[in-house]
């Protein structure tokens, strides 16, 4: 178990590109969330998925914000036509199933749309 | 975030207690979690609480929860530099999958 995997650390792009990133969860965990986190805030949900479901998506999920996660293992998500506004950290975490199971955070990667 | 708050900011001495605290406003929270952040990391895990317990203990950890005033303090003893960091309190709900974050409480520990 090497915990929650994010790729890549960092990403600097021009306004108006894509961006992809990837998320690895731990092996065994089921649920996967998508979280944004500016500066000076916690982080904000994006998405859920349990499997390869996708169950939930935040209101904060515009249309440019597209997430996968093919096969129930690894999970992408994809940022149409970057704004400077989407600059922030991305960080995915995973979990069991089951109520109150805690969320494994991976280490996050951070977008700066320039 | 907006249901759940944090003071922004706490400096300790070395070796003294740091106490946290964290007010929600969803009484049905079933759990609550405390999860650290250091610079450029993502959120490590510290410690949860499910909503029917008082208090929880682990190590230099103990976690209160005043269920009717809707008040979680996370205590660290004897504090140390390393624990300089920032500290979230999340819940989630007993109808929902996702955590809700407070803003965090930026730690600062001095010697």
């Known amino acids: 178990d090497t915990g929650v995997s994010q790729d890549p650390r960092h990403k600097i792009t021009k306004r108006g590109q894509n961006v992809t990133f990837r998320c690895d969860p731990i092996?065994?965990?089921?649920?996967l969330y998508w979280y944004r986190q500016t500066l000076g805030q916690g982080p904000e949900f994006l998405t859920y998925f349990q499997n390869e479901a996708q169950l939930e998506k935040s209101r904060l999920l515009s249309d440019r914000f597209s997430a996968e996660r093919p096969k129930g293992s690894f999970s992408t998500l994809e940022i149409q036509r970057t704004e400077q506004g989407d600059s922030a950290m991305y960080l995915c975490?995973?979990?069991?199933?089951?109520?109150?199971?805690?969320?494994?955070f991976g280490n996050g990667t951070r977008l700066t749309v320039t | 975030g907006e249901d759940v708050e944090q003071s922004l900011f706490l400096s300790v001495r070395e070796g003294d207690s740091s106490v946290i605290n964290c007010t929600y406003t969803?009484?049905?929270?079933?759990?609550l979690y405390w999860y650290k952040q250091e610079p450029g990391a993502g959120l490590q895990l510290l410690t949860y609480?499910?909503?029917?317990?008082d208090m929880k203990q682990d190590q230099r950890l103990t976690v209160l929860l005043n269920k009717k005033d809707k008040h979680l303090s996370l205590r660290i003893a004897d504090t140390q530099t390393g624990d300089s960091a920032i500290y979230f309190c999340?819940?989630?709900?007993?109808?929902?999958?996702?955590?809700?974050f407070g803003k965090g409480t930026s730690l600062l520990v001095t010697p």
């Open positions: 969803d009484s049905s929270s079933t759990y």
């Open positions: 609480i499910f909503s029917n317990m």
């Open positions: 975490a995973s979990s069991t199933r089951g109520g109150g199971s805690p969320l494994h």
């Open positions: 999340a819940e989630i709900r007993d109808s929902g999958y996702a955590l809700n």
């Open positions: 092996s065994e965990h089921n649920r």
